[in-house]
């Protein structure tokens, strides 16, 4: 009577292990800045709140197995602005962006069918396909180009007879990659040449700095058959606690066959989904404010960060994320130092060790990933005691330095 | 490009095809009366809403991925009353019980692997197995002698060395099946002789009539690493539309890799959780008057139904559904021809085609569910146009009947 393998192959967040050693530096009285987790600190829009509070509902029923058509509708005028033209009947509202995910995967490929994906890649994804019985192939990329995709023939070289489709985060988690035209042309070629679906996970969609435009592969008419949106409104409008999700797609054989997975599950929340339909009547103005508090936050951390030794990075154009490579040996070993051995001005920061974010746990072992989601006076003084800490490690450790 | 196998293998509610036909019917006049769904029509407890209504929450964040703490407290409280001793940590909230079977399923089997399964069954088992790549194998059970289920011998001959749990629905949908102390403790001696696990579906735990004992795997100590209890406040309070489901077990080792799923998914709605806590706060004394109603409904159905020519069942001891045969040869057909067809009094009724309550869609071909989930005038006027209409078919198509 044993758990199946398909779930013992699954990972735990590495984060998890260093929370008790957190709690225990917290209690005797150190500052812990979190710079590890991607919990947005930017206010949900009232409107959400606003609807909620104003509910009557008599007998709280079963939402359509498809999601709320009010929210359907709102989503649509939403991705309209952004040149996406979905209809109502193309889009499946799901459980949260993962579960999204979870039945795109479950739709496209058979156990032990293949999909290729960019890494470093969310972590997540290495336990949706250990769930889904799904071989991840990673198309590597790396810090010092700013996790540039290789050439055509580069990805290409990765395809095999079970390989069902390409899987993307842009702008990316972990990386902060937005991909330009010509990736997101090279991922088309590959998928109309060998005729595999594209899976594009699109939250940070309007986390998109220095003037790039953020182009999808929705965008291209030739793929209407290929192309998969993965959506949620978790980090869009600070909403992660609203389980609401979005698929896309005007495949309508496959959509016919998610729809299935949606009945299989029966519904949605109703009150998160009238909710949302709220923060989608939002305009477009909303992000401004708040994508120039995430570039300002951007700047802070970047400079910060080039002004320590050793540490390899890019400036990310996307998302809220900045991975780098730092000079030591294991990020792990130095992000619990950080939290057991280490304080300046009577505080800490807690890191997420890159090597989570790789297929193979042995790479990335030197990098790490930065969230800038808090505030600018904690965020100034956390990259401090990082530059700090550094420095320290270099000195009381050598031996575990580059 | 092709959507997977195991996603084209699940099937559609059989109850989707008679829609539109419904829809049409409606628009000319004519009205239906549906007993076919298992949506409740009692009122959702004031507790969530008014909780609901008074949230404000600054920022809407993730829940934990295991459920909030306030809300796995409340339902402890309320387990105990049951005497179901299980402890937070025993217990994982889900995105509805949907959620929580399909994490369980996930969690026990490997594709390939078998699961027995009392049929008639709920119909979503099935899309839930093709999904996870798992095989049911049905033991069969009959409308005539109440759903008993076979002895410990005919269970066992279907035991292989694929099997990896015992699933059952206790009460049952759609049999309204009551397990008894005695069968309880032959799928206990199976699962003890050949290492299964029970997983026990107990969604209509408080709809138990005639004074009836309702008894859990989960009562008995020796179960302890064997019994999950998949769980779901959506029919207990009439609040389908909130997502609330709940995995209990006492197996550490299994529910540490449950926990990994839910952390794949990342958490709950924040909302729904807040107003789920609510309503386990109410006493027990709420489930009186729902109670008093149900029997009341039960008895004007039961005593309907064995008023008409040639219909065979027994009255159901549990949850909120009766099947019974049908002197029809096929009950898809009449459905349809009571929908289109016919009318009394200028109304029809919708019924549940059983064959989807089947693993061989052969089978339950003669068999409807009822649901007796509306209000007393209208439910008896729904038995007098069914008993009219079974008496008009067998008149105008004495081919079509038995």
Known sequence: MEASRRVQGMGEPALLKYYPLVDKVKELGKKVYYLNI???DIKTPEGFMRKVNAMKENVLAYAAPEGESSLRDEACKYYERYGLYY???DMLITNGGSEALLFTLLSVCN??????TPEPLYSIYKEMASATSVKLVGIMTHTEDGFALPDRKTIEALVTDRTKAILITNPGNPTGKVFTKA???????????????IMTDEVYREFVY????????????ELS??????DSISKRYSACGARIGFILSKNKTLMHEIRKLCQMRLAVSSVDQAGAAELFKLGMDFFDEILAEYTHRREIVNDALMQMDGVVGKKPTGAFYYMVKLPVKDACDFIEWMITDFEYEGATVLLSPANDFYIHPEDGRDEV???YVIKESDLKQAMKVLAEGLKTYRKEHPEACK
């Open 111 to 116: 156990p032990g069918d293949e999909i290729l």
């Open 225 to 230: 058959g290929h192309c998969i949106i993965v």
């Open 87 to 89: 209809k109502p009947e």
């Open 183 to 197: 990736e997101i042309e090279t991922i088309r070629d590959v998928a109309l040449a060998h005729d595999l679906f």
């Open 369 to 371: 990933r930065l969230a």
């Open 210 to 221: 220095d003037g790039l435009r953020y182009i999808s592969p929705g965008h291209y008419p």
């Open 38 to 40: 991607g919990q947005p």
